[in-house]
Protein backbone atom coordinates (compact mmCIF):
# COMPACT_ATOMS: atom_id res chain seq x y z
CA UNK A 1 0.00 0.00 0.00
CA UNK A 2 1.72 3.51 -1.00
CA UNK A 3 2.47 5.51 2.28
CA UNK A 4 -0.50 8.35 3.09
CA UNK A 5 0.09 12.07 2.19
CA UNK A 6 -2.49 13.45 4.38
CA UNK A 7 -1.93 17.21 5.30
CA UNK A 8 -2.00 16.69 9.17
CA UNK A 9 -1.89 20.46 9.06
CA UNK A 10 -4.96 20.85 7.31
CA UNK A 11 -6.62 18.33 8.64
CA UNK A 12 -6.53 19.75 12.14
CA UNK A 13 -8.57 22.78 10.63
CA UNK A 14 -11.47 20.15 10.08
CA UNK A 15 -11.68 19.27 13.86
CA UNK A 16 -14.66 20.26 16.02
CA UNK A 17 -13.93 21.34 19.63
CA UNK A 18 -16.31 18.70 21.22
CA UNK A 19 -15.28 15.68 23.18
CA UNK A 20 -14.40 12.68 20.95
CA UNK A 21 -11.77 9.77 20.76
CA UNK A 22 -9.04 10.00 18.17
CA UNK A 23 -7.32 7.17 16.57
CA UNK A 24 -3.31 7.70 15.03
CA UNK A 25 -2.73 5.81 12.16
CA UNK A 26 0.71 4.65 10.19
CA UNK A 27 1.21 4.27 6.63
CA UNK A 28 -0.26 1.43 6.49
CA UNK A 29 -3.55 2.38 8.39
CA UNK A 30 -2.63 0.38 10.93
CA UNK A 31 -3.84 1.80 14.28
CA UNK A 32 -1.19 2.92 16.66
CA UNK A 33 -3.02 4.89 19.25
CA UNK A 34 -6.06 5.76 20.50
CA UNK A 35 -7.06 7.92 22.76
CA UNK A 36 -9.89 10.50 24.69
CA UNK A 37 -10.44 13.88 24.77
CA UNK A 38 -12.63 16.90 26.22
CA UNK A 39 -11.29 19.19 23.07
CA UNK A 40 -11.02 16.68 20.16
CA UNK A 41 -9.09 20.01 18.73
CA UNK A 42 -6.90 21.33 21.21
CA UNK A 43 -5.73 17.56 21.86
CA UNK A 44 -4.96 16.97 18.58
CA UNK A 45 -3.38 20.25 17.81
CA UNK A 46 -1.15 19.85 21.34
CA UNK A 47 0.92 16.61 19.43
CA UNK A 48 1.98 18.66 16.13
CA UNK A 49 2.98 21.85 17.98
CA UNK A 50 6.68 22.33 17.47
CA UNK A 51 7.12 23.13 21.03
CA UNK A 52 5.42 20.13 22.23
CA UNK A 53 7.21 17.95 25.22
CA UNK A 54 5.61 14.46 24.71
CA UNK A 55 8.59 12.29 25.79
CA UNK A 56 10.41 9.31 23.85
CA UNK A 57 7.37 7.16 24.15
CA UNK A 58 5.09 9.60 21.96
CA UNK A 59 7.65 11.00 19.91
CA UNK A 60 8.63 7.71 18.50
CA UNK A 61 5.07 7.17 18.30
CA UNK A 62 4.56 10.42 16.41
CA UNK A 63 6.82 9.82 13.72
CA UNK A 64 5.14 7.34 12.53
CA UNK A 65 2.29 8.48 12.15
CA UNK A 66 0.47 9.68 8.63
CA UNK A 67 -3.25 9.60 9.65
CA UNK A 68 -5.73 10.12 12.09
CA UNK A 69 -9.39 9.65 12.48
CA UNK A 70 -12.07 11.41 15.14
CA UNK A 71 -15.40 10.29 16.81
CA UNK A 72 -17.30 12.87 18.22
CA UNK A 73 -18.92 12.15 21.37
CA UNK A 74 -21.80 13.97 23.44
CA UNK A 75 -19.97 14.27 26.63
CA UNK A 76 -16.42 13.54 28.20
CA UNK A 77 -17.93 10.32 29.82
CA UNK A 78 -19.05 8.93 26.70
CA UNK A 79 -15.85 9.13 25.13
CA UNK A 80 -14.33 7.80 27.85
CA UNK A 81 -16.25 4.47 27.83
CA UNK A 82 -15.53 4.24 23.75
CA UNK A 83 -11.96 5.23 24.13
CA UNK A 84 -11.76 1.76 26.91
CA UNK A 85 -13.88 -0.45 23.93
CA UNK A 86 -11.97 0.67 21.01
CA UNK A 87 -8.72 0.24 22.75
CA UNK A 88 -10.03 -3.61 23.91
CA UNK A 89 -11.10 -4.28 20.47
CA UNK A 90 -7.92 -3.00 18.21
CA UNK A 91 -5.01 -3.00 21.26
CA UNK A 92 -3.00 -0.59 19.80
CA UNK A 93 0.73 -0.43 20.01
CA UNK A 94 0.92 2.41 21.78
CA UNK A 95 -1.55 2.15 24.28
CA UNK A 96 0.17 0.51 27.29
CA UNK A 97 -2.16 1.75 30.38
CA UNK A 98 -5.20 -0.10 28.83
CA UNK A 99 -3.57 -2.56 26.30
CA UNK A 100 -3.54 -5.54 28.81
CA UNK A 101 -7.69 -6.70 28.41
CA UNK A 102 -7.96 -5.21 32.29
CA UNK A 103 -11.83 -5.71 32.66
CA UNK A 104 -13.21 -2.21 33.93
CA UNK A 105 -16.65 -2.47 35.83
CA UNK A 106 -19.79 -2.13 34.79
CA UNK A 107 -23.49 -1.92 36.67
CA UNK A 108 -25.23 -4.90 36.39
CA UNK A 109 -29.03 -4.12 36.78
CA UNK A 110 -30.90 -8.01 36.94
CA UNK A 111 -34.04 -6.75 35.34
CA UNK A 112 -34.52 -10.68 34.90
CA UNK A 113 -34.85 -11.02 38.05
CA UNK A 114 -38.39 -11.10 39.97
CA UNK A 115 -37.12 -8.63 42.32
CA UNK A 116 -34.18 -7.32 40.23
CA UNK A 117 -31.03 -5.44 42.03
CA UNK A 118 -28.07 -3.37 40.57
CA UNK A 119 -24.29 -4.73 41.20
CA UNK A 120 -20.62 -4.37 39.98
CA UNK A 121 -19.23 -6.76 37.56
CA UNK A 122 -16.54 -6.99 35.38
CA UNK A 123 -17.78 -9.02 32.70
CA UNK A 124 -20.58 -8.86 30.45
CA UNK A 125 -22.94 -11.75 29.72
CA UNK A 126 -25.78 -13.16 27.85
CA UNK A 127 -28.15 -13.38 30.86
CA UNK A 128 -31.13 -10.70 30.26
CA UNK A 129 -30.16 -7.98 32.42
CA UNK A 130 -28.80 -4.59 31.23
CA UNK A 131 -24.89 -3.24 31.72
CA UNK A 132 -23.54 0.27 31.69
CA UNK A 133 -20.67 1.17 31.25
CA UNK A 134 -17.31 0.87 31.58
CA UNK A 135 -16.59 3.18 34.62
CA UNK A 136 -13.17 4.32 34.52
CA UNK A 137 -11.59 5.18 37.15
CA UNK A 138 -12.65 2.29 38.85
CA UNK A 139 -13.37 4.58 42.00
CA UNK A 140 -16.95 5.69 39.97
CA UNK A 141 -18.54 3.15 39.71
CA UNK A 142 -19.06 2.66 43.52
CA UNK A 143 -19.74 6.37 43.36
CA UNK A 144 -22.80 5.76 41.04
CA UNK A 145 -23.79 2.81 42.94
CA UNK A 146 -24.10 4.89 46.47
CA UNK A 147 -25.71 7.35 45.01
CA UNK A 148 -28.51 5.15 43.57
CA UNK A 149 -28.56 3.38 46.78
CA UNK A 150 -29.70 6.51 48.79
CA UNK A 151 -32.01 8.01 46.22
CA UNK A 152 -33.73 4.99 44.87
CA UNK A 153 -35.81 2.16 46.19
CA UNK A 154 -34.06 -0.65 45.26
CA UNK A 155 -32.69 -3.27 47.31
CA UNK A 156 -28.58 -3.94 48.14
CA UNK A 157 -28.85 -7.66 49.04
CA UNK A 158 -28.09 -11.08 47.03
CA UNK A 159 -30.64 -13.12 48.74
CA UNK A 160 -33.12 -14.93 47.26
CA UNK A 161 -36.66 -13.72 47.75
CA UNK A 162 -38.97 -16.69 48.09
CA UNK A 163 -39.65 -16.78 51.52
CA UNK A 164 -40.58 -13.89 53.98
CA UNK A 165 -37.60 -12.51 56.08
CA UNK A 166 -37.36 -9.83 58.40
CA UNK A 167 -36.40 -6.93 57.30
CA UNK A 168 -32.20 -5.92 57.56
CA UNK A 169 -30.77 -2.51 58.78
CA UNK A 170 -30.95 -1.18 55.11
CA UNK A 171 -34.89 -0.75 56.33
CA UNK A 172 -33.93 0.58 59.07
CA UNK A 173 -31.65 3.50 57.72
CA UNK A 174 -34.20 3.91 54.90
CA UNK A 175 -31.83 2.45 52.07
CA UNK A 176 -34.15 -0.64 50.91
CA UNK A 177 -37.99 -1.00 50.93
CA UNK A 178 -37.72 -4.64 52.37
CA UNK A 179 -39.80 -6.60 49.93
CA UNK A 180 -38.38 -9.69 51.63
CA UNK A 181 -40.52 -8.94 54.43
CA UNK A 182 -43.59 -8.10 51.73
CA UNK A 183 -43.19 -4.20 52.97
CA UNK A 184 -43.15 -3.36 49.23
CA UNK A 185 -45.26 -4.32 46.34
CA UNK A 186 -43.83 -5.44 43.20
CA UNK A 187 -45.67 -3.11 41.37
CA UNK A 188 -44.12 -0.55 42.94
CA UNK A 189 -40.75 -1.64 43.26
CA UNK A 190 -40.26 -2.23 39.70
CA UNK A 191 -41.43 1.31 39.04
CA UNK A 192 -38.35 1.50 41.28
CA UNK A 193 -36.16 -0.47 39.47
CA UNK A 194 -37.35 1.50 36.25
CA UNK A 195 -36.06 5.15 37.46
CA UNK A 196 -32.49 3.49 37.95
CA UNK A 197 -32.56 2.54 35.07
CA UNK A 198 -33.27 5.71 32.96
CA UNK A 199 -31.14 7.75 35.80
CA UNK A 200 -28.39 5.15 34.27
CA UNK A 201 -29.06 5.60 30.43
CA UNK A 202 -29.31 9.67 31.02
CA UNK A 203 -33.03 9.65 30.60
CA UNK A 204 -33.59 12.53 32.01
CA UNK A 205 -36.27 14.33 30.87
CA UNK A 206 -38.32 11.10 31.50
CA UNK A 207 -37.71 10.72 34.71
CA UNK A 208 -37.75 14.34 36.26
CA UNK A 209 -41.40 14.75 34.48
CA UNK A 210 -42.37 11.56 36.07
CA UNK A 211 -41.19 12.52 39.78
CA UNK A 212 -42.67 15.87 39.19
CA UNK A 213 -46.01 14.28 38.48
CA UNK A 214 -45.76 12.16 41.52
CA UNK A 215 -44.83 15.04 43.73
CA UNK A 216 -47.26 17.52 42.81
CA UNK A 217 -50.19 14.07 43.28
CA UNK A 218 -48.43 13.54 46.63
CA UNK A 219 -49.27 17.09 47.25
CA UNK A 220 -52.68 17.25 46.22
CA UNK A 221 -53.14 14.34 48.52
CA UNK A 222 -51.80 16.34 51.80
CA UNK A 223 -49.18 13.31 51.17
CA UNK A 224 -46.20 16.03 52.18
CA UNK A 225 -43.70 13.96 53.72
CA UNK A 226 -43.75 11.83 50.50
CA UNK A 227 -43.29 14.70 48.23
CA UNK A 228 -40.86 15.97 50.36
CA UNK A 229 -38.66 13.01 50.17
CA UNK A 230 -39.12 13.18 46.16
CA UNK A 231 -38.50 17.14 46.19
CA UNK A 232 -34.71 16.08 47.93
CA UNK A 233 -34.27 13.29 45.18
CA UNK A 234 -35.24 15.73 42.64
CA UNK A 235 -32.64 18.30 43.67
CA UNK A 236 -29.66 15.26 43.66
CA UNK A 237 -30.40 14.03 40.06
CA UNK A 238 -30.57 17.53 38.48
CA UNK A 239 -27.23 17.56 40.12
CA UNK A 240 -25.92 14.25 38.94
CA UNK A 241 -27.25 13.84 35.69
CA UNK A 242 -24.48 12.94 32.63
CA UNK A 243 -25.20 9.91 29.84
CA UNK A 244 -23.60 6.61 30.50
CA UNK A 245 -22.69 4.44 27.85
CA UNK A 246 -25.27 1.69 27.81
CA UNK A 247 -24.64 -2.32 26.81
CA UNK A 248 -28.01 -4.22 25.82
CA UNK A 249 -28.72 -7.82 26.90
CA UNK A 250 -27.44 -8.50 23.03
CA UNK A 251 -24.65 -6.85 23.87
CA UNK A 252 -24.76 -3.91 21.70
CA UNK A 253 -24.05 -0.28 22.04
CA UNK A 254 -27.00 1.75 22.29
Given at each position: MAEQTVDLGEKLKTVPENPGVYMFKDR???????????NLR?????????????????TAMLNRVRDFTFLVTETEVEALA??????????PRYNVILRDDKNYPYLKLTINEEWPRLEVVRRITRDGA????????AS????????????????PCRYRLDRPMRPCVQYQMGRCPAPCAGLFSRDEYLKAVKEVERF?????????????????????ELRFEEAA??????????????SQKVVSPELGDI
Open positions: KERILYIGKARNRLKSYFQQSANLGPRKLEANLIKQHKIYFGPYIPSVRETLAFIRRHFNIRLKGEKKELIEELEGRMQRFSERIRDRLQALRGAFE
